[in-house]
């Protein structure tokens, strides 16, 4: 007895241990970087920290991709993974970066903006960590934000910078309700601030911030844009409509602030644009939430709520596939550069090699990744 009693706690320390070590590495496997190849279209890659020093050695230093075609035109920036729970987003920009080639003006691509919430997923949701496409691609799934470890604790409640208008404390990790940032504010301010920076100094005259929300949220399925840029999208609201696609136009509310579709078209010259697919990993109804919901966006919840016709929600029943939201992006993305284009038509950007819609449903994402 004596015996039992002395070996009890040598196992449950070796438990312990064994527990300790599996958490560990799949910490770890969080902090492993995403691969991203680019095109031979690109002609440079930068840091975030190149525009705001103190994110040097930091979880916020991102990797930027640059497209200049050496001719004048128009600057254009899409910021995938502002949001790393919303893969779409996040992969859209990666299908950009690996396949562009910029005929005319410049592009640039930062495919993981809050890269720190790439290092962690968002407790008690159940997500997975990771996804992979056709099996030999690996991407990991994030979080909404910020990881704590970059910056603890959250508030109660904050005042947003500069509005003063109050948010949720734990707003204060999420990149799209940080901007226009400060340079020696929190973690995500600084992150915030530097995206900004990034718009004057590169002259950026048009920008897109690409989403996905659950099936139930009112804003699905949209184009979202500051007042200066209405007619532009407009224009490709009309044209993706004229080809079958279905898109909500909605205009930036003056006083919903933080969001970069406010905040880059108040603090810059740009002309903003966001974008939300439909996304059920990420809705209330959802059933089991693994890697098979983020590639083909079934759900059986989701289906028997569209059948029920009880509830407005935006959902196919034969799902969401990320192909299906991933081809929404790119599609109403070349549909407002094509709008810009017409619009201003003495500072254009010619952009190919990009597929669209057809190509990825046809396809698959992995005929775009190198």
């Not at 903003?272 to 209330?284: A, D, H, K, V």
């Not at 989701?302 to 929600?313: C, F, G, H, P, T």
Request: hydrophobic share 40%.
């Amino acid at each position: 007895m004596k015996a039992i009693t002395q070996i009890r706690p040598i196992l449950l320390l070796i438990c312990a241990g064994v527990l300790t070590f599996i958490a560990a590495k799949e910490m770890l496997e969080m902090r492993k970087p995403d691969i991203i190849i680019p095109s031979e279209g690109l002609t440079q890659k930068r840091k975030l920290s190149d525009y705001l020093n103190n994110l040097l050695n930091t979880n916020g230093n991102s990797d930027i991709y640059i497209f200049d075609s050496g001719e004048p035109g128009a600057n254009v920036l899409v910021l995938g993974g502002t949001h790393p729970n919303e893969p779409a987003g996040f992969i859209s920009a990666v299908v950009m970066t690996e396949n562009v080639r910029v005929m005319k003006g410049k592009l640039i691509v930062i495919p993981q903006a809050c890269l720190s919430g790439f290092s962690t997923t968002d407790p008690l949701e159940g997500s997975p960590q990771e996804f992979f496409i056709n099996s030999k691609r690996r991407f990991r799934f994030g979080s909404r934000v910020s990881n704590p470890i970059d910056q603890w604790p959250d508030p109660l409640v904050y005042l947003h910078y500069p509005s003063k208008q109050k948010l949720s404390g734990f707003e204060t990790r999420n990149l799209n309700r940080a901007y226009p940032g400060k340079p020696n504010g929190t973690f995500t301010e600084r992150v915030a601030y530097a995206i900004v920076q990034l718009i004057k100094k590169e002259k950026i005259n048009i920008a897109f911030d690409l989403h996905e929300a659950a099936p139930e949220i009112p804003i699905i399925n949209a184009i979202v844009t500051h007042e200066k840029g209405k007619d532009i999208a407009a224009t490709s609201v009309f044209n993706l409509e004229f080809n079958g696609f279905q898109y909500a136009l909605e205009l930036s509310p003056t006083n919903f602030r933080g969001l970069s579709h406010r905040e880059w078209g108040d603090a810059t010259d740009v002309i903003p644009f966001l974008m939300e697919t439909s996304n059920p990993i990420q809705g209330r109804l959802r059933g089991v939430t693994n890697q098979n919901l983020i590639i083909n966006g079934i759900d059986k919840f989701y289906n028997e709520a569209v059948q029920l016709n009880r509830l407005r929600i935006t959902y196919r029943v034969e799902g969401e596939s990320l192909a299906h939201r991933v081809g929404r992006h790119l599609e109403a993305f070349i549909e407002i550069i094509n709008a810009y284009n017409e619009i201003h038509p003495d500072n254009t950007i010619i952009i190919e090699n990009l597929p669209n819609y057809g190509d990825l449903i046809n396809n698959g994402i992995e005929k775009f990744l190198n």
